[in-house]
């Protein structure tokens, strides 16, 4: 049974950092593309990061515009964790934040590409 359980949210004042993270409980992490997404109420959920491994040490990683040079995406294959850093945060990153994992090493910033989700973490930036 595959189950992600992320942690780290929480609330922040707007230009402070929080780190998420995303335990996976999954059968060969190293194959699966690992993604963040998050969502308000009354809106579709959004693409924030992911990261995909071609092996050895060479990782790919992907970036929303609106978070580029402020988010960070890492994995730790060997713990079966990935991690978003969120640096200089604005209210406007203020949803619940998902942690999503896909069943092949390929990426995707596409929401229902993704076959295994967590329950969300919620992430509050005050102005």
């Known amino acids: 049974q595959v189950q992600l359980v992320e942690s780290g949210g929480g609330l922040v004042q707007a230009g402070g950092s929080l780190r998420l993270s995303c335990a996976a409980s999954?059968?060969?992490?190293?194959?699966?593309?690992m993604g963040w997404f998050r969502q308000i109420p009354g809106k579709e959920r959004e693409f924030v990061a992911a990261?995909?491994?071609?092996?050895?040490?060479?990782?790919?990683?992907y970036y929303a515009d609106s978070v580029k040079g402020r988010f960070t995406i890492t994995r730790d294959n060997a713990k079966n964790t990935v991690y978003l850093q969120m640096t200089s945060l604005k209210p406007e990153d203020t949803a619940v934040y998902y942690c999503?994992?896909?069943?092949?090493?390929?990426?995707?910033?596409?929401?229902?590409?993704?076959?295994?989700w967590g329950q969300g973490t919620q992430v509050t930036v005050s102005s």
């Open positions: 999954i059968g060969t992490f190293s194959s699966y593309s």
């Open positions: 990261i995909t491994w071609a092996g050895g040490i060479v990782y790919y990683t």
């Open positions: 999503a994992a896909r069943a092949t090493p390929y990426y995707s910033g596409t929401a229902h590409s993704y076959d295994y």
